[in-house]
Every structure is written in structure tokens, then in C-alpha cells.
């Protein structure tokens, strides 16, 4: 038997994985959703209007349905994971994301990213450091976010073909800045 099988019931719930609340995200918005669980791994956001970032989750600010919308994410070291970006669908404003140090960032997360319509238009800023789980195929997927003006890649050693890597995505986002600190 299966250790989870002999837990009870309400352990079983707290153990099972956090599926992405479809209803919580139509009945708050997309950014108080999304906020949520970002904030709940560990994660910090920044709204537009407001300097300060905000990482407390029983702190999050209360308003009008749109009041707040996410204009930064800071996932250093936080436990964000593939599972979760379907709270990022509906952000309209994110402009700067940075994943630091987040040991659940693969490919499939970049890959995901990339798909995100509403970041492929909104997002200019995007930093990957010491996520060793990303490789050339994720850095590859980003070609799609057609806005992006910044790319800075770091500590990553599952790319391994950086070089021809950066190559073809500076040819698909031939505006974009690409800084690297990869040795």
C-alpha cells in the first residue's frame, strides 16, 4: 500500500496537488488569481502604479474586481511549477519576469510561457538564473514572445548549445538584448 493511501483523509487532500481554480479565476480576475498562487510558492509580484513588491500573502491588497493589476514577477526561489501557469492566461500587464533559482522550472514551463498570448505582447523583461532544468529546447521556445527587449540567462548548465542557441533566437527577436553570464 501506498504511503498517501494510509494517510487520512484530510491529509490525503493537503498532500494532493493544487489544481488551477478555473472559478477563482473567473469570480476574482486573472491577477487576484494568479497573485494567489504565486504568492502561495513563495513568489513576489509588483502591480502597476506601485513601487513596492508584494509578498505576503495575507497582505494582498483588497479592491474593485481589476483594481490590481500584476505588472512584475519575482519567482527567486520559489516552488512555481508547469501546473500553475494557467494563472498566467489572463495577465495583461506583466512586463518583467525573473526566475531564480526555481528547481521546478523545466522546458515545459518555458515552452507554456511562450504560448501565453497576452505575454507574448506585454512581457519586455525576462531573467532565467540557476534553473538547472532548463535547456536549449526551453530558451529555444521563446521566440515567440514577439515584445520581449531583454533576455538575460545565467547558471544554466542544461544548455549546452549555447552559442548556436542564442544565435537563432537574436534572428527571431532580432531587438532583443541578450545578456548571458553562462560559464
Known amino acids: 500500500m501506498h504511503e498517501t493511501e494510509r494517510a487520512s483523509p484530510l491529509v490525503r487532500k493537503m498532500i494532493k496537488p493544487k489544481r488551477v481554480d478555473h472559478e477563482r479565476i473567473r469570480d476574482f480576475g486573472p491577477d487576484r488569481a494568479a497573485s494567489e498562487w504565486l504568492l502561495r510558492c513563495g513568489a513576489k509580484v509588483r502591480y502597476q502604479g506601485f513601487e513596492k513588491w508584494q509578498q505576503d500573502y495575507n497582505g494582498l491588497p483588497t479592491g474593485p474586481l481589476g483594481k490590481y493589476k500584476i505588472q512584475a514577477i519575482d519567482a527567486t526561489e520559489s516552488c ?104
Open 80 to 183: 512555481i511549477m508547469h501546473r500553475g501557469f494557467d494563472y498566467l492566461d489572463g495577465l495583461e500587464h506583466v512586463e518583467e519576469i525573473k526566475f531564480c533559482k526555481c528547481i521546478y522550472i523545466e522546458d515545459s514551463c518555458l515552452e507554456r510561457l511562450s504560448k501565453i498570448e497576452n505575454l507574448q505582447k506585454s512581457l519586455l523583461r525576462l531573467e532565467i538564473i540557476s534553473c538547472g532544468n532548463v535547456t536549449d529546447r526551453g530558451v529555444l521556445s521563446l521566440n515567440t514572445l514577439g515584445s520581449l527587449q531583454y533576455l538575460f540567462l545565467s547558471d544554466l548548465p542544461g544548455l549546452k548549445e549555447k552559442d548556436s542557441t542564442v544565435q537563432s533566437l537574436k534572428r527571431a527577436l532580432p531587438s532583443m538584448e541578450v545578456e548571458l553570464d553562462l560559464e
